[in-house]
């Protein structure tokens, strides 16, 4: 069977009423997908997208990464864009929004739940970013250059999982992180190395012995010890 008799069209049937909802159908499905063009003026609010200029810049208030689904305020660039939510630690930009209504005590208890659930492969330790961590951006602390995951590139935010020191998790030496946080839609540690192992640190640049038992870096199966 050929391509051409295995292809879908979809094509307007006779009357008004079809053709709108064929007409509807096509625009949600256009306004549900990403790149989507961006609209509004300097003060507007706006969602942001894949496609946002302003996705993955710094925000100039709290000096955490804009993500996708966070809700701005446009500014005359890119570059002037602010969070309108408290969630990323920000809030002076715009009141507390929706982000400010979550319970962290709540949403650290559904991501430890899922990380049970869906343990990470090899049993690599995670951790919850603690409210305070150094390695929460903080705009009066690290100015341009927050810390972020070595996969995705954001910023990281209080109560999220993350695999910290990925060469050496069980004993960590440094602070470089991975997100590991399904339930916030963040499984960088799965999607950078899928077999759970670090070959090469991405800070030394140097090469990683696998994991020992004889100095107990791992138990006989070569997993990460519990």
Known sequence: MGADAVRLSVRPADGDSEVADVAAFDAGMAE???????????????????????????????????????????????????????????????????????????????????LEAWPPLDGVPVEAVAPGDPRIADRSRHGARPPKCLYCGHTFRPHEWVVRCPCRPDRPVCRASVHRDPASGLVCWESWKPGGRVEVCPVTLTPVPPPDPADGTADGTGRWPA
Not at 59 to 70: I, L, N
Not at 88 to 104: L, Q
């Open 32 to 114: 549900g997908l990403d790149p989507q063009e961006e609209r509004g003026a300097h003060g507007d609010q706006a969602l942001t997208h894949v496609s946002s200029p302003w996705n993955h810049r710094l925000c100039g208030t709290c000096g955490h990464s804009f993500r996708r689904g966070d809700r701005v305020r446009l500014g005359s660039g890119a570059a002037d864009v602010v969070h309108l939510d408290r969630g990323p630690g920000c809030g002076a930009a715009g009141g507390p929004g929706p982000g400010a209504a979550a319970d962290p005590d709540a949403v650290a208890e559904f991501g430890a739940g899922l």
